[in-house]
């Protein structure tokens, strides 16, 4: 039964990967159920608007068990800037592992913000920086070793990343609406594509991202924020992730999510100090897949450094 199983594992895993790579025309950004944590990785608009210098770190391991499952890691810093602070400016770094492919990329993020009421800003963002992806075929079994499309490795294939966000929040409320990468580029040196269908390429297509969120105050010593993440690419599923958290005496937060026809999130996080916040999550899998992983587990670490003492005087939920 374990052989059984492992035959299983692998041959799921060779039919994603290749789905993944070859037979379709777009390719999925990676996902997070803490996307309410992670906001600047997909919209640059959200620089600077926690209006401290903040640092954040996220480490994601999906369908775990089943080897070459997808691996994610992010490192975001952002901070306001300018002399009334209605700009701001970060870095978003993202390393993304799936079977014999890393792909990772390394951008700058900018916003401005212009204030629409006493309560209301709307910033706009840009990103921009270098993506690289790197395929070594020699990890996969192959049942051909003459097969043109396992031929020649990808190495440090490098593509210029250009996208853009809206941002618009309040004290209670949030939306933003992004596009983190406008550039339709293939995934494959030329070398690669000689007597090879071009059908068969891999191509990044344009990921369109609606975050939004509000915070009820139930009571002094908790709150409650359900919010909801829209991804939608072409040629792919339609993503839909619902969330529904408690922030309880400001320290610590318990909530559920919910990825349509995909899974179910449980999430937890501790507010250690008014400067460090750590969240974890576990996703069960509602889908066939489960009978080959354990879930998926996320970590996420927030680290900020405020430069007003009027800053932050309670922890912020989004």
Known sequence: MIHL?????YYFLAIMFLSAVYNTMAQQDSQYTQYMYNTQVVNPAYAGNREVLSFG????TQWVSLEGSPETGTFTVNSPIGLYDNMGLGLSIVYDRIGPAVESNVVVDYSYSVNLSYATKLSMG???GLDMLDVDYSKLTIFNGLDPHFQTNVDNKLQPQIGAGLYLNTDKFYAGLSVPNFLNTKHFDESTLENVNTNDIAFERLHYYFIT???FDLNNNLKFKPATLVKYVSGSPLQ???SANFLINEKFTLGASYRWSASISALAGFQVSP???AGVAYDYQSTNIEQYSDGSYEVFLR???FNKSDRIVTPRFF
């Open 5 to 9: 199983k492992l035959y299983r594992s």
């Open 57 to 60: 770190l996220l480490g994601r």
């Open 126 to 128: 840009l990103k921009a």
């Open 213 to 215: 969120g509000y915070v």
């Open 240 to 242: 839909w992730d619902l």
């Open 275 to 277: 400067n460090f916040f």
């Open 303 to 305: 680290f900020d450094i």
